[in-house]
């Protein structure tokens, strides 16, 4: 499974539009990238899911180079509600359900 | 439509006890899978159930134990509880034969071991 890295940390400001990047540079053909965002005590909660180029939807953008050993979840105009931390995944195992959980990234949203 | 549902959401347990924990798919997903999240960390795998079979296994050891039922909701079993297993139980399911692999949590089972 790939592994992925990402930032520990990043604060923002309501308002803003916030970028998390994720390197996975030993990405496999057949990988797709998931982010999720998680709330304390609570379980991970689907964002946004990606193969190739840009994916949109009503809460996030997720960019994805060309090569596909990076990519970025783009958060329009963060709210105080948005603080969480997001965790970037890629891979999975033959029947799905297997995912490697990095440490993930706190995001800080300040008034 | 009911996401993934877990029971209990909250108990406490004495060292040396067994745990069992439920969930219950979504509807139509006949994967689920099982992880343990200690604070402070990312969740890490323990099992894997498709169509009633264990089809993987992370690094946990022979305490911990699963099935999957019939109409796909599954245990997890946890015997002669540690205080290090102290966690977040969190639960997934996903709809395999179809496109996307998209993999849906629930809100977990808080166990303490005392």
């Known amino acids: 499974l790939a592994k992925t890295t990402q930032p520990i940390s990043m604060d923002s400001y309501e308002g803003q539009e916030v970028n998390i990047t994720c390197s996975h540079n030993?990405?496999?053909?057949?990988?797709?990238i998931t982010w999720y965002q998680q709330f304390p005590s609570q379980g991970p909660r689907f964002i946004i899911q990606g193969y190739k180029t840009k994916v949109t939807n009503e809460v996030a953008s997720l960019f994805i180079p060309a090569d596909r050993k990076s990519s970025t979840l783009s958060l329009p105009r963060v709210s105080l509600s948005d603080t969480a931390v997001y965790y970037c995944l890629v891979g999975f195992n033959n029947a799905g359900n297997m995912l490697t959980f990095g440490g993930g990234t706190r995001l800080m949203v300040k008034p | 439509d009911a996401g993934v549902t877990q029971s209990p959401t909250h108990l406490i347990k004495t060292r040396g006890q067994q745990v069992t924990l439920r969930c219950s798919p979504i509807?139509?997903?006949?994967?689920v899978s099982w992880y343990q999240q200690v604070l402070g960390q990312g969740p890490q795998f323990i099992f894997q159930y498709y169509e009633k079979e264990e089809r993987g296994r992370g690094n946990f050891p022979d305490r911990f134990s699963a099935r999957q039922f019939p109409n796909y909701s599954s245990e997890l079993n946890v015997n002669a509880l540690l205080l290090g297993d102290s966690a977040l139980y969190l639960c997934?399911?996903?709809?395999?034969?179809?496109?996307?692999?998209?993999?849906?949590f629930g809100e977990g089972s808080w166990l303490t071991v005392v």
């Open positions: 997934a399911s996903r709809q395999t034969g179809g496109s996307g692999n998209t993999i849906y």
């Open positions: 030993n990405i496999a053909t057949n990988d797709y």
């Open positions: 509807s139509g997903h006949k994967s």
